[in-house]
């Protein structure tokens, strides 16, 4: 095991996103303590075009996989992920949490024999090795452990816990090929299509303000005044289980236990009680706001500010207020 | 076709978890513990599979403690033809999946179902694990399962940022159950009742060439803590204009984030 520190980055059409600039932060911190460097392993079409940013966010090194790389698929990536740290012998391998990690991590980890810490909300070098915390049991419980080899660690790292800060120089971002042949085992699993939905709106987990409506918004229709107020902050929307179920809003929005894990700076929810399953989705948000009509709801235990009224009156007044902000 | 599929007991949802007094352990006595709800949706999927490939058996594994029977007695309910607990209290999600691919390499599934997560150490590893050390291409969190016509291939979806995939996977392979992929039954009065007349196999890690390296943890715990407690926010008891306008300038100007 070496000293480096590999970041598997992702993108969008060559546009970095912010969660590699997340993770290519605690990578400069690891490394420096390690005294190794960082690397970053960025797969997909437009990889190479993110290379000069991610040099520009600290990495030295960076692994481009774009032939080849067309289309995804999960066996090709596990295989090109565990070439590279098989080459290069990072002490880590860091990812976002994201449908990317979801679907790679646990493969990885038993190919690269890592040991996985998923969702980690501090990673820290310590000794000869690494601290992580992370939540466990929907974030009832917060797990403190160590890791000190023989393997890599791969940890993957909560969004927007983590803030990005560019170094003062940047770093080389010498492009180096991530050569990965082609196997026809891996088309064992394809991903035939792909059917955009979600609109405009930044995605769930990785958007900086999120504005959630409940059950009390009734229909669909009402939902509206949520996504005018995501509108006007330039949020993600969000939604309740109940909210879900009765069918307001798309099984996408749900935030939760059993739906997505969000941790925005800001998180508005309306009209939603705060059940220890919602509750699960959303507490490590940094700020969270709540409005409810009534004063008892559990949510106003985890709001830093809470407006007791009804959510038809003061949301637009919010958005209004917002608009007038900006204006 | 062989079908198997990964259970694990779970403390609810609602339980209160407690941390122990030197915060080196979870306190989990009184609390109900439950199959872990992702993978109720593989138990059914797996039932669906074998109601349409006539002839199927469904294997059903458990790592764990003892309550572990609970959830084989459930799945016996459902009708399942065989289950195995491995017992193994202390095993982490990998060291599980550890245990379940041996028991699995035996069985040699043509498909495996598992929920996308545990929800208690929710770290979503054991299904890609899983997977890897049994050499199958799996499919992470499907909201839809279809078996082709010849039972040789099925296509799956599953939601991402920004949209849907639908995905082909070739059998044998491994499926992770996301929330509504179906609607997970109810066993029956007879199921329950021939339920307790099946046995359960039991096997110890060791007994599956188990040794205590690959059952150890991948990272060691130092503690656990309570989530930290919030302070007592701001209320805001104004009309709907004015607490409005007020929101949006401690938003502005004290907590500085819009
Ligand atoms: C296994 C399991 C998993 C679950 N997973 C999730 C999950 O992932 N996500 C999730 O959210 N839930 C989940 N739940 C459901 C959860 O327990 C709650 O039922 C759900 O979160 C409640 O949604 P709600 O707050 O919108 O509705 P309610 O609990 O009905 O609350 C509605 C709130 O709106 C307020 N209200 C009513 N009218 C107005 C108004 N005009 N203006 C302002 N406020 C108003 C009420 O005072 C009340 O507090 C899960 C449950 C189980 C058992």
């Known amino acids: 095991m070496g000293a480096d520190i590999l970041v598997v980055a992702e993108h969008k059409d060559g546009k970095v996103k912010k969660t590699a600039c997340e993770l290519l932060t605690v990578a400069r911190t690891l490394a420096a303590a390690r005294g190794g460097k960082v690397l970053a392993a960025v797969l997909g079409p437009g990889a190479g075009q993110a290379a000069a940013e991610l040099g520009a966010w600290g990495a030295e090194t960076v692994l481009v996989g774009e032939a080849g790389f067309e289309a995804y698929a999960s066996l090709k990536w596990t295989r090109a992920i565990c070439e590279a740290a098989a080459a290069r012998r990072p002490a880590a391998i860091l990812m976002s949490v994201s449908s990317l990690s979801r679907d790679l991590a646990g493969r990885v980890a038993a190919r690269a024999q890592a040991a996985l810490a998923s969702d980690c909300t501090a990673l820290s070098a310590e000794g000869d090795g690494f601290k992580i915390v992370r939540p466990m049991l929907a974030g009832r419980a917060l797990v403190t452990a160590v890791h000190a080899g023989p393997g890599p660690l791969l940890a993957t790292l909560r969004p927007n816990v983590f803030t990005a800060e560019k170094p003062a120089a940047p770093a080389a971002g010498t492009v180096e090929a991530l050569a990965c042949a082609d196997d026809p085992r891996d088309q064992r699993v394809v991903v035939k299509s792909f059917a955009a939905g979600g609109g405009t709106r930044p995605e769930l987990t990785e958007a900086a303000v999120v504005v959630s409506g409940g059950r009390s918004l009734g229909s669909a229709d009402a939902f509206k005044v949520i996504y005018d107020l995501a509108d006007a902050l330039g949020a993600a929307a969000g939604a309740s289980r109940a909210a879900v179920d009765a069918g307001y809003a798309p099984h996408s929005m749900q935030v939760g236990q059993t739906g997505k894990t969000v941790s925005p700076v800001l998180y508005i929810a309306c009209g939603i009680s705060g059940a220890i399953q919602h509750l699960a989705g959303m507490r490590t948000s940094k700020y969270i706001v709540a409005i409810n009509t009534d004063p008892n709801a559990p949510i106003f235990k985890l709001a830093d500010y809470g407006i007791v009224g009804d959510l038809f009156e003061v949301v637009p007044a919010l958005t209004e207020e917002v608009n007038k902000a900006k204006a | ?258």
């Open chain 2, 1 to 258: 076709m062989k079908i198997a599929v990964c259970v694990k007991l779970v403390p609810s949802t609602t339980a209160l978890i407690r941390v122990s007094a030197d915060g080196k352990a979870l306190d989990c006595t009184g609390v109900e513990m439950v199959m872990s709800p992702y993978d109720e949706f593989a138990l059914e999927e797996a039932l669906k599979a074998r109601d349409k490939a006539a002839g199927s058996e469904i294997l059903v594994v458990s790592v764990g403690g003892d309550g572990a029977a609970k959830n084989l007695e459930q799945a016996y309910a459902l009708g399942v033809d065989q289950c195995v607990h491995v017992k193994a209290p202390d095993a982490d999600a990998a060291a599980a999946a550890r245990c379940a691919a041996a028991v699995l390499k035996t069985f040699a599934p043509d498909l495996v179902f598992c929920g996308r997560q545990a929800i208690d150490d929710d770290q979503w590893l054991f299904p890609g694990m899983l997977g890897e050390l049994l050499d199958l291409p799996h499919v992470t969190a499907a909201s839809s399962f279809a078996l082709s016509a010849d039972n040789a291939k099925a296509e799956c979806k599953r939601r991402i940022e920004g949209g849907e995939e639908t995905i082909e996977i070739a059998l044998p392979a491994l499926i992770s159950a996301e929330k509504g992929l179906n609607d997970p039954r109810s066993p029956t009065l007879k199921g329950r009742l021939n339920a307790k007349k099946k046995t359960v196999t039991v096997k110890t890690p060791a007994e599956l060439g188990l040794d205590a390296a690959a059952m150890a943890p991948a990272l060691k715990v130092e503690g656990y803590a309570p989530p930290p407690p919030k302070s007592a926010g701001k209320v805001i008891a104004k009309p709907a204009k004015e607490a409005a306008a007020e929101l949006v300038k401690l938003l502005r100007e004290e907590a500085k984030v819009i």
